[in-house]
C-alpha cells in the first residue's frame, strides 16, 4: 500500500489537502466528477507533479471506484467529495442526497471489501476518513458542540452530511473498518468557489456591487483558513484514533456583519476607490436564508490535545491574503462569474 485515494481534490479543500500531502513524495490519485465547483485549474500548480493522477469520475460510480481501489491499493481514502452549498441544497436536495450520502456508501463499501482482503498489518494501517463540518450539530445558541453532542442537522445540506457521518460510524462499529471524521468549521481561502459567503462579498464589492447580508447579519460562523483547515485532515489522517470523530475548529467566532466590516476596512487599505467612499456603504439587508442557523461553536480541545493540531493563521492576515489572491486571480473566477454564475441569489423558497 503506497498511494492515496482522494476523493472531490479539485474543490476548495481538497485541492489544499493534495498540495500538502504532495510533500510527502508518495502517490496520490484524484478521482474528481468536476461539478460546477470542481475546478482542474485548482491543481494547476501541482498537476505536472508525477505523484499525482487526475481520475475525472464520480464516487457514485461503484465499478469505477472498486477498479481504483484494487489498481492503487491505496493505505488510506479520503473523501471530500460532496454538494457543499446550503443554498443550493434548499433549491434541490437530489443531488445532496446521490453524491454526499450515495457517494459516500459507495466510497465505504468499496473501502470494506478491499480492507477485508488485506494483511493483518496492512489493515491495521488502512484508514477511511469522511471530511465532515460543523454543521451536523445544528445551530448552538450558546456554549460549544463536542464530538459527542447529537446531530441536529437544519438544512437538506447538513442532513446529507450526517447521514454519511452516521454511515461512516457504522462501518466502524458493525465491520471494525478503521474510519476517522472530521468536523470542520466555516472555511474561507483562495479557490472557493465564488457563491460562497467571503468570496462572493469580494467579487461583488471589487465589482462595486451591492454586498448582500441575510437577515440582520447577527448569524455567527466560526472561520478557519483553509490551509489550517487541510492540515487540521491530515493530522488526523495521521494520528486519529480509529471510530473517532475530531472538530476541527479555530475559536474566531464572528457574526456576518463582523465578517464584512473586516472586509470592508481591508478593502480600503488595498483597493482605495474614488467611487465609493466606505466599502460598508454598499451592505444590503436582504431576506434571511430559510431555515438558517444562528450560531456554530465547535469545542475542539480533542484535536488540540490529542493531535496536537491548532490553526495558525489569523483571521485578519488570512482574509487579507485571500482577497489580494482574488485580486490577482481572475483567470481562475472570471471565467465562472462570466459564465455560469455571475454572483447572483441562490436559495429563496419559491412562492406557494
Ligand atoms: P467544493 O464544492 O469546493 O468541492 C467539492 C468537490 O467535489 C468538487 O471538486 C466537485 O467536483 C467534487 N464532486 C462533487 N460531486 C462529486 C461526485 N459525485 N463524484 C466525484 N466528485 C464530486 O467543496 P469544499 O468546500 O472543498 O468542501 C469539501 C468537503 O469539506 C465537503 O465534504 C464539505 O462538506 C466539507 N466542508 C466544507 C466546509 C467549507 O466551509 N467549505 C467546511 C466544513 C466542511
Known amino acids: 500500500m503506497n498511494s492515496y485515494l482522494v476523493t472531490g481534490a479539485a474543490g476548495f ?4 489537502f493534495v498540495r500538502q500531502l504532495l510533500g510527502r513524495n508518495e502517490k496520490i490519485v484524484v478521482l474528481d466528477a468536476l461539478t460546477y465547483s470542481g475546478r482542474r485549474e485548482s491543481l494547476a500548480e501541482v498537476e505536472a507533479d508525477p505523484n499525482l493522477e487526475f481520475v475525472h469520475g464520480d464516487i457514485c460510480d461503484a465499478a469505477l471506484v ?10 488510506a481514502v479520503i473523501n471530500f467529495a460532496a454538494e457543499s452549498h446550503v443554498d443550493r441544497s434548499i433549491e434541490s436536495a437530489a443531488e445532496f442526497v446521490r453524491t454526499n450520502v450515495a457517494g ?8 470494506l471489501d478491499y480492507w477485508r482482503g488485506l494483511s493483518t498489518s496492512d489493515g491495521e494501517a488502512f484508514r477511511f476518513l469522511q471530511v465532515s463540518t460543523d454543521e451536523v450539530y445544528g445551530s448552538v445558541e450558546e456554549g460549544e458542540t463536542h464530538e459527542g453532542a447529537p446531530f441536529n442537522p437544519s438544512s437538506p445540506y447538513s442532513a446529507s452530511k450526517a447521514s454519511a457521518d452516521m454511515m461512516t460510524r457504522a462501518y466502524y462499529h458493525t465491520h ?3 474510519v476517522l471524521i472530521t468536523h470542520g468549521c466555516n472555511t474561507y481561502g483562495p479557490r472557493q468557489f465564488p457563491e460562497k459567503f467571503i468570496p462572493l462579498l469580494i467579487l461583488r464589492a471589487l465589482s462595486k456591487m451591492s454586498l448582500p447580508i441575510y437577515g440582520r447579519g447577527t448569524n455567527v460562523r466560526e472561520w478557519v483558513h483553509v490551509e489550517d483547515h487541510a492540515e487540521g485532515i491530515l493530522t488526523t489522517l495521521d494520528q ?6 475530531y472538530n476541527l475548529g479555530s475559536r474566531h467566532r464572528v457574526s456576518n456583519l463582523e465578517v464584512v466590516s473586516e472586509l470592508c476596512s481591508i478593502l480600503r487599505e488595498l483597493v482605495p476607490s474614488s467611487a465609493i467612499e466606505d466599502y460598508s456603504d454598499l451592505i444590503e439587508y436582504v431576506e434571511d ?4 442557523d444562528l450560531r456554530y461553536a465547535l469545542d475542539s480541545s480533542r484535536a488540540n490535545k490529542d493531535l496536537g493540531w491548532r490553526p495558525h493563521i489569523e483571521f485578519q492576515q488570512g482574509l487579507a491574503a485571500t482577497i489580494e489572491w482574488y485580486i490577482a486571480n481572475s483567470k481562475w473566477w472570471q471565467p465562472i462569474t462570466d459564465g455560469q454564475y455571475p454572483l447572483g441569489r441562490i436559495g429563496l423558497l419559491e412562492e406557494a
Do not use: D, F, V, Y
Open 104 to 111: 459516500a456508501h459507495i466510497l465505504l463499501q468499496a473501502s
Open 240 to 245: 486519529g484514533m480509529p471510530g473517532k470523530a
Open 289 to 292: 436564508r430559510p431555515g438558517h
Open 66 to 75: 472498486l477498479s481504483l481501489i484494487e489498481t492503487h491499493r491505496p493505505k
Open 176 to 178: 471494525g473498518l478503521p
Open 13 to 16: 479543500i481538497g485541492s489544499s
